[in-house]
């Protein structure tokens, strides 16, 4: 018997990535195996299980590589190891192949613009000459207006402040004493940036992506995709050195341990204009699209289902869509809809605009809400005004409306979750967790707090270990071992309590029973993968944002009045407080709610 003629003719299936929910891990805070104090890969393997319950489609960890945590783990000292604080390579792998065993993909960080100044390549650097080969791998330069070999170069090379706060150069001293070149830092002192220029630099990264391709990660996040190659000259720049438009600060960095005198002497940082584009000397240089299109073909040496996904902090969405053309990466997260706030006018042009700008390169969106770098989004929008973007949350700062933030943190989440494409969820945000908005000084670990001197609180307070058993030390951290663990590495508000997994499994009206639920919906009508468009109910002057995908109606109601439920639909899933068992008879979405609706 002949088997049947094969049918190619119909369109291939969407790759896993087009559509996936990934789920951000912070290793450090996600839950800890061993009783330390400190998130790790074992504590990791633990909550697969609970993972795969909520119905996510892939995990993307941030740094868990060998480093000395200057900034959290963004500062590798070697890319093929990891640290001890997290586990070993072993535990990496074992914790890889049972992910895999429950269908869900890993994505790990890969952090290429600069490396720690404890990685082999800048202590070579060190001790190395001027001009020498292990100086050419990082950005060394004379003194500005520096006579050669006079020693009197005590003006950095240019003008560049750092991302975090304080100049973007610091003076080395030659291994002979005398003071000698500089060297750059977009972001920490202890972050040296990687000159790009150098072959031996792109060959390794490219031998990194192996690395971690060959023990079968399905894909990377690309840290400051936008960084990395400079403008040729270095020349000076007068914009302000921020990630996103938000406060600039420009002042000499202060030590861990320093007094921190956070807000108090500080003249009003006032607004920045966004940096992004036109390109600063050091953000979305052209050169960096031909790492991607090198990158593209080394992943397309392991198959059609690895990926990348770029965090690139630029603007418009058009130059944002350049990192995902067919060449280069497959994503790249979409920062403008959460930079939009809870505003349905606002996050309906970002809607516009992302969908589009995706479309015209034929990649997928993405959804973004929160990560490890922003105030969470159940905080930021319980602000007074909830299209703020603030840089981190002390005491003396606005405190939000907790209830509030909740409220609308629930419903933005089903308008992203709705979305064609794919979308990002920070842990704990399915727990509704707050920001923590009062973590004394003394507390704080990011860098940018330090180098800001104060000014920027920085970003502890989404970084905070999560909560999976109320009644437990430590709100069950550290699981089986919370009972004589070791204090979390970052102080948990009492906030945290109610919000513990085990207070909402089961739950219905909990935001884990929301988001499970979401999360189902979600695929099982295929959302990430539908056919967007704004529904006649659209009305985001009136604060109402209402569009179709497919044949599901989305409702969110971000204005002062509730918003009828259209003739001929009834609610699937309401963002509200409520239990399902009241969602049939609903005919008003109440303000800062959204509803799935389903035909009759
Ligand atoms: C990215 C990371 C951030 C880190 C920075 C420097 O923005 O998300 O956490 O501090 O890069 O690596």
Same mark, same amino acid.
């Given at each position: 018997?002949?088997?049947?003629?094969?049918?190619?003719?119909?369109?291939?299936?969407?790759?896993?990535?087009?559509?996936?929910?990934?789920?951000?891990?912070?290793?450090?805070?996600?839950?800890?195996?061993?009783?330390?104090?400190?998130?790790?890969?074992?504590?990791?393997?633990?909550?697969?299980?609970?993972?795969?319950?909520?119905?996510?489609?892939?995990?993307?960890?941030?740094?868990?590589?060998?480093?000395?945590?200057?900034?959290?783990?963004?500062?590798?000292?070697?890319?093929?190891?990891?640290?001890?604080?997290?586990?070993?390579?072993?535990?990496?792998?074992?914790?890889?192949?049972?992910?895999?065993?429950?269908?869900?993909?890993?994505?790990?960080?890969?952090?290429?613009?600069?490396?720690?100044?404890?990685?082999?390549?800048?202590?070579?650097?060190?001790?190395?000459?001027?001009?020498?080969?292990?100086?050419?791998?990082?950005?060394?330069?004379?003194?500005?207006?520096?006579?050669?070999?006079?020693?009197?170069?005590?003006?950095?090379?240019?003008?560049?402040?750092?991302? !975090?706060?304080?100049?973007?150069?610091?003076?080395?001293?030659?291994?002979?004493?005398?003071?000698?070149?500089?060297?750059?830092?977009? !972001?920490?002192?202890?972050?040296?940036?990687?000159?790009?220029?150098?072959?031996?630099?792109?060959?390794?990264?490219?031998?990194?992506?192996?690395?971690?391709?060959?023990?079968?990660?399905?894909?990377?996040?690309?840290?400051?995709?936008?960084?990395?190659?400079?403008?040729?000259?270095?020349?000076?720049?007068?914009?302000?050195?921020?990630?996103?438009?938000?406060?600039?600060?420009?002042?000499?960095?202060?030590?861990?341990?320093?007094?921190?005198?956070?807000?108090? +002497?500080?003249?009003?940082?006032?607004?920045?204009?966004?940096?992004?584009?036109?390109?600063?000397?050091? !953000?979305?240089?052209?050169?960096?699209? +031909?790492?991607?299109?090198?990158?593209?073909?080394?992943?397309?040496?392991?198959?059609?289902?690895?990926?990348?996904?770029?965090?690139?902090?630029?603007?418009?969405?058009?130059?944002?869509?350049?990192?995902?053309?067919?060449?280069?990466?497959?994503?790249?997260?979409?920062?403008?809809?959460?930079?939009?706030?809870?505003?349905?006018?606002?996050?309906?042009?970002?809607?516009?605009?992302?969908?589009?700008?995706?479309?015209?390169?034929?990649?997928?969106?993405?959804?973004?809400?929160?990560?490890?770098?922003?105030?969470?989004?159940?905080?930021?929008?319980?602000?007074?005004?909830? #299209?703020?973007?603030?840089?981190?949350?002390?005491?003396?700062?606005?405190?939000?409306?907790?209830?509030?933030?909740?409220?609308?943190?629930?419903?933005?989440?089903?308008?992203?979750?709705?979305?064609?494409?794919?979308?990002?969820?920070?842990?704990?945000?399915?727990?509704?967790?707050?920001?923590?908005? #009062?973590?004394?000084?003394?507390?704080?670990?990011?860098?940018?707090?330090?180098?800001?001197?104060?000014?920027?609180?920085?970003? +502890?307070?989404?970084?905070?270990?999560?909560?999976?058993?109320?009644?437990?030390?430590?709100?069950?951290?550290?699981?089986?071992?919370?009972?004589?663990?070791?204090?979390?590495?970052?102080?948990?508000?009492?906030?945290?309590?109610?919000?513990?997994?085990?207070?909402?499994?089961?739950?219905?009206?909990?935001?884990?029973?929301?988001?499970?639920?979401?999360?189902?919906?979600?695929?099982?009508?295929?959302?990430?993968?539908?056919?967007?468009?704004?529904?006649?109910?659209?009305?985001?002057?009136?604060?109402?944002?209402? !569009?179709?995908?497919?044949?599901?109606?989305?409702?969110?109601? #971000?204005?002062?009045?509730?918003?009828?439920?259209?003739?001929?639909?009834?609610?699937?899933?309401?963002?509200?407080?409520?239990?399902?068992?009241?969602?049939?008879?609903?005919?008003?979405?109440?303000?800062?709610?959204?509803?799935?609706?389903?035909?009759?």
């Amino acid at each position: 018997m002949s088997n049947p003629p094969v049918d190619s003719s119909g369109p291939s299936p969407a790759p896993w990535w087009s559509d996936a929910v990934v789920y951000q891990i912070y290793p450090r805070s996600f839950a800890d195996g061993n009783g330390d104090g400190m998130g790790d890969l074992r504590g990791v393997v633990e909550r697969l299980p609970y993972l795969a319950e909520l119905g996510v489609d892939a995990i993307w960890l941030s740094p868990f590589y060998k480093s000395p945590q200057a900034d959290a783990g963004y500062d590798v000292a070697d890319y093929r190891q990891v640290d001890p604080l997290f586990g070993t390579l072993e535990d990496f792998d074992a914790m890889l192949a049972d992910a895999h065993q429950r269908g869900l993909k890993v994505i790990v960080d890969l952090v290429p613009n600069h490396t720690s100044d404890e990685h082999i390549w800048f202590q070579e650097a060190l001790a190395s000459p001027p001009g020498s080969r292990e100086r050419d791998r990082y950005m060394f330069r004379p003194g500005k207006d520096e006579v050669p070999g006079s020693g009197d170069g005590n003006r950095p090379p240019n003008n560049w402040k750092s991302i !975090f706060g304080g100049p973007a150069w610091t003076r080395i001293t030659e291994a002979d004493g005398s003071p000698g070149e500089w060297y750059l830092h977009l !972001f920490d002192t202890k972050q040296p940036d990687l000159n790009w220029e150098n072959p031996e630099v792109q060959e390794e990264m490219r031998s990194v992506l192996r690395f971690w391709l060959d023990r079968g990660v399905d894909g990377f996040r690309v840290d400051v995709a936008h960084g990395m190659v400079k403008e040729a000259g270095l020349p000076d720049w007068e914009g302000a050195a921020a990630m996103v438009e938000g406060t600039e600060v420009h002042r000499e960095p202060m030590q861990p341990g320093d007094a921190p005198g956070a807000h108090t +002497d500080l003249e009003e940082p006032h607004r920045a204009v966004s940096p992004t584009y036109p390109p600063s000397p050091f !953000f979305d240089q052209e050169g960096v699209h +031909d790492i991607y299109r090198d990158w593209h073909r080394v992943l397309e040496g392991y198959g059609s289902d690895r990926m990348m996904v770029a965090e690139a902090w630029v603007e418009p969405a058009e130059r944002l869509a350049r990192y995902v053309r067919q060449d280069e990466m497959q994503q790249a997260f979409n920062f403008d809809f959460l930079l939009a706030g809870w505003d349905a006018e606002r996050m309906s042009e970002s809607i516009d605009a992302s969908l589009a700008a995706a479309a015209s390169v034929g990649a997928p969106c993405t959804w973004v809400l929160s990560n490890h770098d922003t105030v969470r989004h159940s905080t930021r929008f319980g602000l007074k005004d909830p #299209t703020t973007f603030p840089k981190g949350i002390a005491a003396t700062d606005e405190q939000p409306d907790a209830a509030l933030g909740l409220a609308r943190a629930r419903a933005a989440t089903l308008i992203s979750l709705a979305l064609p494409g794919s979308a990002y969820v920070y842990q704990g945000e399915e727990l509704g967790l707050p920001e923590h908005t #009062t973590l004394p000084a003394e507390a704080r670990q990011d860098p940018t707090f330090f180098r800001t001197r104060g000014a920027e609180t920085g970003r +502890d307070g989404c970084r905070v270990p999560l909560p999976w058993a109320a009644d437990q030390p430590g709100y069950g951290f550290a699981g089986s071992h919370s009972l004589t663990a070791a204090p979390p590495w970052l102080p948990q508000p009492e906030s945290f309590g109610p919000h513990a997994a085990d207070q909402q499994d089961g739950v219905s009206g909990s935001t884990l029973e929301l988001y499970r639920a979401a999360l189902a919906f979600r695929a099982g009508r295929r959302l990430g993968l539908g056919t967007f468009a704004w529904a006649d109910s659209h009305a985001p002057e009136s604060g109402v944002l209402a !569009f179709h995908n497919g044949d599901v109606l989305v409702l969110a109601n #971000t204005g002062f009045a509730s918003a009828p439920v259209p003739e001929g639909y009834s609610v699937a899933l309401s963002s509200g407080l409520e239990p399902a068992a009241d969602w049939s008879g609903m005919r008003e979405v109440p303000v800062d709610c959204t509803v799935y609706l389903a035909k009759n």
